[in-house]
Every structure is written in C-alpha cells, then in structure tokens.
C-alpha cells in the first residue's frame, strides 16, 4: 500500500481502529474519518485525521474535497461507519428508522458518490469497500431497520460496482456476522464472543479487496461466519 492513499469512514470505532491499523502497517497514507476523530487517536506519521459528518450529503463532499486538495487523490476508500437499532418494526419509531438509514446507507452513498467521481477523474481506477452485515442476507425479526439499511447498502455499492467497470473501479461488499467488539460485547453480556467474527480478519480482508491481487474481484458480497459457522 506504500503511496496509496485511504480514506476509512468509522475509522476509530470497534472496527475501524483495526482497519486503519491494517492500512498504516502496510504503508498506505491514511485519512480516518468520524464525527469525533482527532488526530491523536492514531500517533503515526501517515494518518490525518478529518472530522465529519457524512451522513450529511455536504460534509461528505467536504470532506472529500479536502482529501483531493491535500493529497491529490483516493486510491481506496473503505466505508465502515454504521449503526446498529433493534426493535419490531411496529415499534420502530420515525426517528431510528431515520437513523439507520442515515448511519449506514445514506453515509456511504453521499461519500461514494463523491469518491467515484474523483477516482474516475483523478486517476481512473481505484477500490471501494464497505462493511454490510450477515444479517443483511435475509429478513430478521426484531432488527427489521437495521437489516433493511445494511440491505440497501449492498445493493447500493453493488451498483457502484456495476456502472464503474469501465474506469477500473473494483466495489464489494463485506459481510460479517456478530463481531467481537468492546460495544458488542457491552450490549450481548450473556454471549460467549469466543465465537464471533474478530475484527482483525476482518480488516485484513478489507486490505486483500485492496490490492492489486484483487482487482478482478467485483460486485462481489463476501460473508464472514463466526465459529458457530
């Protein structure tokens, strides 16, 4: 990843923090993105550090602006942010439905469409990741929100996949199964995390999807299963 540049929305959350290390220890410059992110939550000489709300269509394109005019471009962008609600959908109120959709669809749509228009311009070809849920594969009772954004995230980034072929753009989709976060285990105390998904797999996944040994890998929906499988 030496001279590539990454930009990772989410990056200092349960996730995030080990994607960001992942594509700092393999030499890429870094932009870390999240509402409250600052500059010292990665002491290494290749991060910087952009606040942001990119749920917000023009803090993304911000944001985005601010990564080209520093650095010139965006090889790989890599979209983690997102949020989890659960609940009956005869209970979800307007305001979680909102946010679900807001946390981990409507972020991803504003900062790729953004990205792509800089990767098609700026250096024609680069790649795209984002970070769905297992759970996204089929309904789910009492998570109908959250299972419905994570849905519509796919078939976003898959179509980003499909319409961007031609300029060598490359866009796939993650998908995790419960992962063994500090919040994860805050919210499920009774689980034994032993058998979910570790986070630095799935980060050193997000880099594989990164490199040149992927470029012919496309659109493509990848499961991750825990050890229950």
């Known amino acids: 990843m030496d001279g590539k540049v990454v930009l990772i929305t989410g990056a200092k959350g349960g996730l995030g923090t080990n994607v960001t290390l992942e594509f700092l220890a393999a030499g890429a410059t870094v932009v870390g993105t999240s509402r409250s992110i600052s500059q010292s939550d990665f002491e290494h000489e290749k991060f910087t550090a952009i606040p942001a709300d990119i749920s917000e269509p023009d803090a993304a394109r911000e944001l985005v602006a601010q990564v080209i005019e520093r650095f010139g471009r965006i ?63 089929e309904p789910h009772a009492g998570i109908g929100a959250y299972v419905a954004a994570k849905t519509a995230l796919a078939v976003v980034f898959r179509t980003i996949a499909m319409e961007n072929v031609d300029a060598g753009i490359t866009c796939n989709v993650i998908l995790p199964a419960t992962m063994d976060t500090a919040a994860n285990r805050v919210a499920m105390p009774s689980a034994d995390p032993s058998k979910w998904v570790q986070p630095g797999e799935v980060a ?9 040994q992927a470029a012919r890998v496309n659109g493509a929906l990848i499961p991750v299963y825990g050890h229950e499988g």
Not at 82 to 106: I, Q, S, Y
Not at 204 to 211: E, F, Q, R
């Open 75 to 137: 090889d790989v962008l890599v979209h983690v942010m997102g949020g989890f609600a659960a609940g009956k959908m005869r209970e979800t109120d307007d305001e979680t439905w909102k946010k679900m959709f807001d946390l981990n669809v409507n972020s991803g749509f504003y900062v790729a469409r953004e990205v792509v228009r800089c990767m098609r311009e700026a250096q024609r070809g680069g790649r795209i990741v984002a970070i769905g849920s297992l759970a996204a594969s």
């Open 204 to 212: 050193k996944l997000v880099l594989y999807l990164a490199s040149e």
